[in-house]
């Protein structure tokens, strides 16, 4: 289904190979950008924690903003902007470089602009692919995002890395400005034309009912609860991690690039398991799964020592694991979320939880930056990736009471609204959950509530 869909749908294969090169590109500058403040500008662990913070502090307001404006009038205006935004703000760094001016004010102030385009240009995404493809593919679509998404991570450290050390990590964010351009380009040539949705009352106004179906939603809340903990403590890991190989493990740029590259291969198999995966085991099982791997991943990572072979191979296995469980994850709640948030405030729904979710993220990189610090970024990782094991177990053993119970009520509810003049038809389904109810129990909701969570 999801080859099929790019076959026969250009202007979604238009967006989609538009994503796959600026993904490269993002994950480049993900091997890049924290080097050029290691290496080129000697920051310190806090001021490393302090960077990933600033970047993902606009995460707090842009998500909403994003979310009212596209909710109300058009996705692709917003998402050029983003892309060609923060190709501005990386000429902007590389400029700076050149000309011996570039500091660790300049750098939080270019991470805080692509945060904040970033934010925008992820809700505008989510909002528009339904509005692409229909809600009947959007498992198809969120797959092959999903799998663009993963490939990008496992070439994208590589080359990053490679270029890094070959000429330089400022020089290298330079990729990363073409792909957006790149993006940017794919998206003016999309034939596909948003109508304004002129939906009733203030966009303003819903933004409240957006945050409250969020928190109310049974489903919802249970995922929101340990998706904030897990952001916390997963980005207080990221932080650390980067301080302890290249401080600790002495790690080349080439081989930390080796390593995300290795763990985004588990990312991969994640993106082309994923979908069958949910088939065969159901949403709640694939979520512990996918959870735990996303959690125990990350633990394994103290498990790495010198800074040979055998510490790139065991950095990249963790990350691996990690990749693989995370993607697991998104490939299921994503289109469940999508699938069954009411259209009034599908964008602002989708803001809502992503602002409440990555309002952690900041926090987490500022506490891995001074555990980093203080304590070592070994015992910083060991410390934070305990915390992930933890809350991991714990929705383990929530979901099993309470979340199994629910999805079964739903999936009733969903079956009874077939009886009627449907009742002949042994596959009915809500059509809004079409492309995404062929795994077990999960994913067969929408009807009780007509919601999403």
Known sequence: MTSGLLRGHRDFRLLWVGETISGVGGR???????????????????????????????????PMVAGVVVERYRCRPVMLVA?????????????????????????????????????????????????????????????????????????????????????????????????????ATGLILIRHREGRERLAGSAIHRVPAAFGFVLRHPVTGLLLRHSIV????????????????????????????????????????????????????????????????????????????????VAVATAGAAFAIYGFGLTLVNVHSVSLRQAITPDHIQSGAFAAYRTMTFVAVPVGAALGGFAAQHWGPRTAIAVCAGALVVAWLWFSVVSTHHLASRLAALKLASDHACEGKHSHDRHCRNPRLRGVSQAPVALRIATLEHARP
């Open 83 to 183: 892309h060609m935004g923060r190709a501005a703000a990386l000429a902007l760094a590389y400029l700076l470089w050149i000309a011996g001016e570039l500091t660790m004010t300049w750098l939080y102030l270019v991470a805080f602009v692509i945060g904040a385009l970033t934010a925008a240009f992820d809700v505008a995404t989510q909002t528009y692919l339904p509005r692409l493809i229909g809600r009947d593919r959007l498992v198809a679509g969120n797959a092959a995002m999903q799998a663009s998404y993963s490939s990008s991570q496992a070439v994208g450290p590589g080359i990053g890395g490679a270029l890094a050390s070959a000429i330089g990590s400022p020089a290298t964010l330079i990729l990363d400005l073409v792909s957006y351009v790149v993006a």
């Open 230 to 309: 897990y952001n916390l403590f997963e980005q207080a890991v990221a932080v650390a991690f980067v301080v302890f190989a290249v401080r600790t493990l002495t790690l080349s740029p080439t081989s930390l690039g080796a390593v995300m590259g290795i763990g985004s291969l588990g990312a991969l198999a994640g993106a082309i398991l994923g979908r069958r995966a949910g088939q065969r085991w159901g949403l709640r099982a694939v979520l512990i799964a996918g959870k735990g791997g996303a959690s125990v991943g990350l633990a394994a990572l103290v498990l790495c020592h010198g800074n040979g072979v």
């Open 28 to 62: 480049v500058s993900a091997v890049a950008f924290p080097l050029v403040a290691l290496v080129v500008l000697d920051a310190n662990p806090t001021q490393m924690g302090l960077l990933t913070a600033t970047q993902y502090a606009p995460v707090l307001l842009a």
